[in-house]
C-alpha cells in the first residue's frame, strides 16, 4: 500500500503568549509515514504533542519546520488548504463545540454546502454519511438534545460527508461514556473497512490495541512505535511515556505469571477471555500429562 | 432549571404558512408591521385583526400559544394604556380625585392596547411558523443585494444561527457553573438587588471565559470542515419561490393597498372612532 501521510521532520512551535515568554515546542522533529488504508493509534501524555499533530495533518497548523505531505500535497502551500481539508477530515474532542447547526442533518450538510456541491448531491452525500454514523434516524432532532455520543456520530458523518479519504479522530472518545466510545471505535472499524485511513489520538490503551500501528509520542518525539503487540511488548517504554498497560495486557502478565501460557498475539479483552474459555473446554490439557 | 427556558419559539406544525417561503414572511412581517402604523380608525383595525385571525388560523398554531407571547409585555401594554387614559382631554367620564378619564382618553388608550397586540400578535406568527435556520437563510437573501454597499449579509446570518445553536448550550455551561460555585458556598438567591448583582460576579467570569473557549473550538472545527464565508457556497435547501409564494406576495399587496386607501378615508364608508 503506498504512503498517504508523510512527515518529515517536522517541529511546530506555539507562539510566546507575552513578549517575556518563550515559544513552545510541542512537536520537535517529527518523522512518521502512514499508509492509505491503515489504522492508526497515537498515544501519550497530556502536552506530549499528539494533538497538535493532528492538527498539522489537514493543514490547521502549519509547519514551523520541516514538511507535511497529504497524498503529495505540502500543507505548507495555501493552494492546497480546501483540498487537504476536505481529504482528511477532523472529529475533535467536545462534541458540543464543533457543532454549527441547530438540527442534525443541516450540521451534517456543512462541510459540503462550503465546498460547494451542488443541492442535490448534498442530500445523497449526507443521507449515505448519515447512514454510516448510524444517526440517520436522528436527522430532524435538535442537537442540543441528543447524548454525546449521538453528538459525536453526527460529528463524525459531518466529516464524512466531505468524502475524506482520512480522518483524524483528535481524542474524539474522551468526553463519552462507555456506550459513546463503543459506539466511535465500531465506527472507525467500519471506516477501516471500507478502506479510509483513520487516524486515533487517544488516552485509551484498550482502543489503541486495535490499531493495526501504535504511536507513543513523548516531549513532542515518537519514542516508541509498530504493532500494538510490540509496543505494549517494551514495558519500560511504556511507562516511560508516562503510560499504563491496557487492562487486558495487564489480566495476560498476570494469567502468564500463574502459569496459563497466554499467546502474545492476543491483545483485546474479548480475545482474551475467548482464548480462556476455549482453552477451558479443550480440556485443560495441563492436566492430562 | 435554567435549562428549562425554551428558546426559539417554532412551533411545529405543517401548514400553509409554515410552507411559505421564509423571505415572503420576512417581509409579510414588515409590510404589516408598517400598516398597523397607517390604521386611524376602529374598522381599520376590524379589518387588519380579520386578516390576522385569518393567517392565524391558516398557520394551525394555537392561540393560547400565541398568547403566552403576550406575558412579558403585559406590563408594558397595562402601563400605556394607562398612561393614555389619563393623559387627554375631552368629555370627562370618570372622576377620581384629581385624575379623569376622558372619552378621548379611553378611545386613545383602547387604540394604542389594540396596536400593541396586533403588533405582537402578528410579528410573533413570523418565528412561530418558520424555523430559525430558514429565518437567517431568509435574511441572508433579502440582504444580499445590500452587499453592494458593504452589508456583510451571509457574515450577518451565520452569526445570527451560530448565536442560536449556542443559546442552549451556554445555558447548560451556565447551568454547570452556577451549581460548581453553589457547591463552594455561593449564594446567588439572597440579598438586596446590589448584593445580588455583585453575586453574579463568579458566574459572569467563567461563563465568558467558557464562551471565548467555546468560540476558538468552533472556529477551528469550521476551518476543518472548510468553511471559508460564503463565497461559492451551496445550500442543503436551496431557497425557491414557488406559486404559493407568489399568491401570498399578491394578497400581501391587496391587503397593504387596503389598509392605505381605508386610512386615507377613500372608501365610502364612515371612519369609526378615528384618532
Known amino acids: 500500500m503506498k504512503t498517504f501521510i508523510s512527515i518529515e521532520g517536522l517541529v511546530y512551535d506555539y507562539p510566546a503568549r507575552t513578549p517575556e515568554d518563550q515559544p513552545v515546542r510541542a512537536i ?114 435538535k442537537v442540543h438534545l441528543l447524548s454525546g455520543g449521538q453528538k459525536q456520530r453526527t460529528a463524525i458523518a459531518g466529516v464524512l460527508a466531505m468524502q475524506p479519504r482520512c480522518v483524524v479522530f483528535d481524542e474524539s472518545t474522551a468526553m463519552l461514556d462507555p456506550q459513546g466510545r463503543a459506539g466511535v471505535m465500531e465506527i472507525i472499524e467500519d471506516l477501516r473497512r471500507t478502506g479510509i485511513t483513520t487516524i486515533l489520538i487517544t488516552h485509551n490503551m484498550e482502543e489503541a490495541v486495535r490499531a493495526d500501528r501504535v504511536i507513543v509520542m513523548k516531549e513532542g518525539r515518537i519514542i516508541l512505535e509498530g504493532p500494538p503487540a510490540v509496543v505494549f511488548a517494551d514495558r519500560r517504554q511504556i511507562e516511560a511515556a508516562g503510560l499504563a498497560l491496557p487492562a487486558s495486557l495487564t489480566v495476560r502478565d498476570e494469567l502468564i505469571k500463574r502459569g496459563i501460557p497466554v499467546p502474545d498475539y492476543i491483545l483485546e479483552m474479548d480475545a482474551l477471555a475467548e482464548w480462556l474459555v476455549r482453552t477451558a473446554e479443550a480440556g485443560e490439557p495441563d492436566d492430562e500429562d | 432549571m435554567i435549562r428549562d427556558i425554551t428558546l426559539g419559539q417554532y412551533y411545529d406544525a405543517d401548514s400553509v404558512i409554515h410552507r411559505l417561503d421564509p423571505r415572503v414572511k420576512i417581509v409579510a412581517a414588515f409590510v404589516y408591521l408598517v400598516m398597523i402604523f397607517f390604521v386611524r380608525d376602529f374598522i381599520g383595525y376590524l379589518f387588519v385583526g380579520a386578516v390576522l385571525a385569518a393567517v392565524i388560523i391558516a398557520s394551525g398554531v394555537p392561540l393560547r400559544f400565541i398568547a403566552r407571547g403576550m406575558r412579558p409585555i403585559m406590563f408594558i401594554l397595562l402601563f400605556t394604556f394607562l398612561i393614555n387614559i389619563f393623559m387627554y382631554r375631552g368629555a370627562v367620564l370618570v372622576r377620581l380625585g384629581p385624575l379623569s378619564i376622558t372619552d378621548n382618553g379611553l378611545k386613545q388608550a383602547v387604540f394604542i392596547a389594540l396596536r400593541l397586540v396586533l403588533l405582537i400578535f402578528g410579528t410573533s406568527l413570523l418565528t412561530y411558523t418558520t424555523k430559525p435556520m430558514a429565518l437567517t437563510d431568509g435574511i441572508e437573501s433579502l440582504l444580499r443585494p445590500l452587499r453592494r454597499i458593504g452589508v456583510p449579509a451571509h457574515e450577518i446570518a451565520m452569526m445570527m444561527s451560530i448565536a442560536l445553536r449556542f443559546i442552549p448550550t451556554l445555558l447548560e455551561e451556565t447551568d454547570k457553573i452556577m451549581k460548581a460555585q453553589q457547591a463552594r458556598g455561593a449564594d446567588f438567591e439572597s440579598g438586596n438587588l446590589f448584593q445580588r448583582a455583585k453575586s453574579l460576579i463568579p458566574l459572569l467570569i467563567p461563563l465568558f471565559v467558557n464562551a471565548f473557549r467555546i468560540a476558538m473550538d468552533l472556529a477551528m472545527a469550521m476551518e476543518a470542515r472548510c468553511y471559508r464565508g460564503g463565497e461559492g457556497r451551496t445550500r442543503l435547501h436551496p431557497m425557491k419561490y414557488r406559486r404559493s409564494d407568489a399568491a401570498a406576495y399578491v394578497l400581501l399587496i391587496l391587503f397593504a393597498v387596503l389598509v392605505i386607501v381605508q386610512s386615507r378615508g377613500l372608501l365610502p364608508i364612515p371612519m369609526l372612532w378615528e384618532v
Request: include cysteine; glycine fraction near 12%.
Open chain 1, 28 to 141: 520537535d522533529g517529527l518523522d512518521l509515514h502512514i499508509r492509505e488504508g491503515s489504522f492508526t493509534a497515537v498515544l501519550g501524555m497530556n502536552g506530549s504533542g499528539k494533538s497538535t499533530l493532528a492538527k498539522c495533518l489537514n493543514g490547521l497548523y502549519v509547519a514551523g519546520d520541516g514538511r507535511v505531505l497529504v497524498d503529495g500535497m505540502d500543507t505548507a502551500d495555501d493552494a492546497n488548504v480546501w483540498k487537504i481539508r476536505s481529504t482528511v477530515g477532523m472529529v475533535f474532542q467536545n462534541p458540543d463545540n464543533q457543532m454549527v447547526s441547530s438540527i442534525v442533518e443541516d450540521d451534517v450538510a456543512f462541510g459540503p454546502e462550503n465546498l460547494g456541491v451542488p443541492s442535490e448531491k448534498i442530500r445523497e452525500r449526507i443521507d449515505a454519511a448519515m447512514k454510516a454514523a448510524g444517526i440517520f434516524e436522528q436527522r430532524h432532532r
